[in-house]
């Protein structure tokens, strides 16, 4: 390979991961946010069947549901934490929040040496090829060792990361940009044929 192709592929790959950081940065959040609001769920419940099955009968009235029997509704209610455990269990939020934490850390220190290597070798400097291949190494082991980013979300995952990079060149532009303000004005200048917001590039 000579070295227009190697820093053309060093270029392509901390491209690709910086994608890939953000989407499973993304996937890390949301798995982490519903395994978070699970438990929560899950703690008032317990804290609800117990409270009922301990308190005076004198009080159970105010956290039974009116016309329910007490002990009837303590029963639904550890009927339902125990299929939310199991539906918990089954899911497993927090593991896959986890796996998209790990493989976010590949990913990242991937582009931050695709980064080093292009920032080092400016002016047409040739890359060694030596770090090269220890670079596309570190890469092939992200894919092999990381998860991989759902079909169904790609494209989603996809668009959010490009708007941000569109948002990014907007802010370095207009530093006093409002950022959902100018998201929404790329949105629409995209989706539209009236173009209302002119790209960084003049597009």
């Not at 190697?6 to 946010?33: G, N």
């Not at 069947?49 to 329910?68: C, H, K, N, Q």
Request: charge should be positive; glycine fraction near 4%.
């Amino acid at each position: 390979m000579t070295n227009v192709d190697i820093r053309t592929e060093v270029s392509r790959i901390r491209r690709v991961s910086d994608q890939l950081c953000s989407s499973h940065a993304a996937l890390r959040d949301k798995f982490y946010r519903r395994a978070f609001v699970m438990d929560i769920f899950l703690l008032l419940l317990s804290a609800w069947v117990t409270i009922v099955s301990v308190v005076d009968e004198r009080y159970v009235a105010f956290l039974t549901p009116y016309g329910f029997d007490s002990q009837l509704w303590a029963g639904l209610l550890g009927l339902a934490v125990f299929v939310l455990t199991l539906f918990q269990f089954k899911v497993d939020w927090k593991g896959t929040s986890e796996a998209h934490k790990r493989t976010f850390s590949l990913y990242a220190e991937v582009k931050r040496e695709a980064g080093y290597l292009l920032a080092s070798n400016k002016d047409g400097e040739e890359i060694p090829l030596r770090e090269f291949q220890r670079l596309t190494s570190r890469y092939d082991m992200a894919s092999d060792a990381g998860v991989a980013v759902p079909e169904r979300d790609f494209l989603r995952l996809k668009k959010a990361h490009r708007l941000k990079i569109a948002v990014s060149k907007r802010l370095d532009e207009y530093p006093g940009s409002n950022i959902w303000l100018t998201a929404a004005l790329i949105i629409l200048r995209d989706n539209s044929k009236w173009r209302t917001l002119k790209s960084p590039d003049g597009k």
